[in-house]
C-alpha cells in the first residue's frame, strides 16, 4: 500500500474492524504515503479496532501537511465517548516493524486511544517536536509488552523531547504508559533515542515500568527519563549508560 495521501490516513482509514497480516507493506522506501494532518499509514477512528499481525511493516510514512500533524505511520483516535483500539500482536518470529516514519508529533505512533504491543520495533522515526517512537496523549492507554524495541528514533528540533516515548497532561488528565518485559534477562528495550530532554522518556503523565533497559541515550536534562509531572514507577529496569549534559544522566525528576 504506497504512494498515496490523504488529510487522514493516507495509507488505510479505520472506522471499524480490520486486521493487517503479514507479508503486508504500508509504505516502503521511496513508497511512502501521506497523512496530510493525522496518519501517514494508518489512521484508526475512535470507533475502530485495529490488529496489526507479526510480518507487517508500516515505514517511510509521512504526516506533514498542516500545522501540527500527529501520527506519521499510525494515529489512533480518541472522541468524547470512545476509543480507537490498536492491537500490535508480534511473535519471536515475526515482529511488527514500524519504522522511518515522519510527523510533528508521534512519527511512529500516536495514540490518543488506546494501543497494546509485544514483539514490535518501533525504530528509526523522526519528529520534529516529540515523541519520536511514541506519543502517548492526555487520557490515552499504551501497554508495551514482551519482546518491544524503541530504538533509534529522534526529535529534531532544538528543543524536542522524548525521543523514544513522550507521555502527555492536559487539565489533569493524564496519559498511560505500563511498560513490561518478558523477565530481567529478556527486558523490553529502550535504546539510543534522540531528543534534547527525555531521550529514552519524558512523561508528565502515569509510567509504570518493570524488566525494562533503557539505555545509549545523551540529553541536556533527563537522559533516560526526564519526570515533568505524574508518577513513575520503576522495578526490576536497568538503566546504564546515558547522559545528561546538565541534569540527571539516568532521570530527571523537575
Same mark, same amino acid.
Not at 77 to 83: A, F, G, Q, T, Y
Given at each position: 500500500i504506497a504512494k498515496n495521501d490523504a488529510s487522514k490516513g493516507g495509507g488505510i482509514q479505520i472506522d471499524g474492524e480490520c486486521i493487517i497480516d503479514e507479508y503486508t507493506v504500508i509504505g516502503g522506501s521511496g513508497e511512502g504515503n501521506t497523512g496530510a494532518q493525522y496518519g501517514g499509514g494508518v489512521f484508526i477512528g475512535s470507533k475502530g479496532k485495529c490488529t496489526i499481525n507479526g510480518g507487517v511493516e508500516i515505514s517511510y510514512n509521512i504526516a506533514d501537511k498542516t500545522t501540527n500533524p500527529q501520527g506519521g505511520g499510525i494515529y489512533v483516535? @480518541?472522541?468524547?465517548?470512545?476509543?480507537?483500539? /490498536?492491537?500490535?500482536?508480534g511473535s519471536s518470529d515475526k515482529q511488527v516493524t514500524i519504522k522511518e516514519n515522519e510527523?510533528?508529533?508521534g512519527a511512529g505512533i500516536y495514540c490518543?486511544? @488506546?494501543?497494546?504491543?509485544?514483539?514490535?520495533? /518501533?525504530?528509526?522515526?523522526?519528529?520534529k517536536a516529540y515523541g519520536g517512537g511514541i506519543y502517548v496523549n492526555n487520557k490515552a492507554i499504551c501497554n508495551i509488552n514482551a519482546g518491544v524495541k524503541i530504538e533509534e528514533n529522534k526529535c529534531t528540533n532544538m528543543t524536542s523531547s522524548g525521543g523514544g516515548i513522550y507521555i502527555s497532561e492536559s487539565s489533569g488528565n493524564f496519559g498511560t504508559v505500563n511498560i513490561t518485559g518478558e523477565s530481567a534477562e529478556k527486558p523490553v528495550l529502550i535504546k539510543n533515542n534522540v531528543g534534547d530532554v527525555g531521550c529514552g522518556i519524558f512523561t508528565q503523565g502515569t509510567l509504570k515500568m518493570k524488566f525494562t533497559e533503557i539505555s545509549g541515550h545523551t540529553a541536556n536534562n533527563g537522559g533516560g527519563i526526564y519526570v515533568s509531572l505524574g508518577s513513575v514507577e520503576i522495578d526490576s529496569c536497568k538503566i546504564d549508560g546515558n547522559k545528561s549534559l546538565v541534569n540527571g544522566g539516568a532521570v530527571y525528576v523537575h
Open positions: 483516535e @480518541e472522541s468524547l465517548d470512545n476509543k480507537g483500539k /490498536l492491537i500490535l500482536d510527523a510533528t508529533r490518543e486511544g @488506546e494501543t497494546s504491543m509485544k514483539y514490535t520495533e /518501533l525504530t528509526g522515526n523522526k519528529a
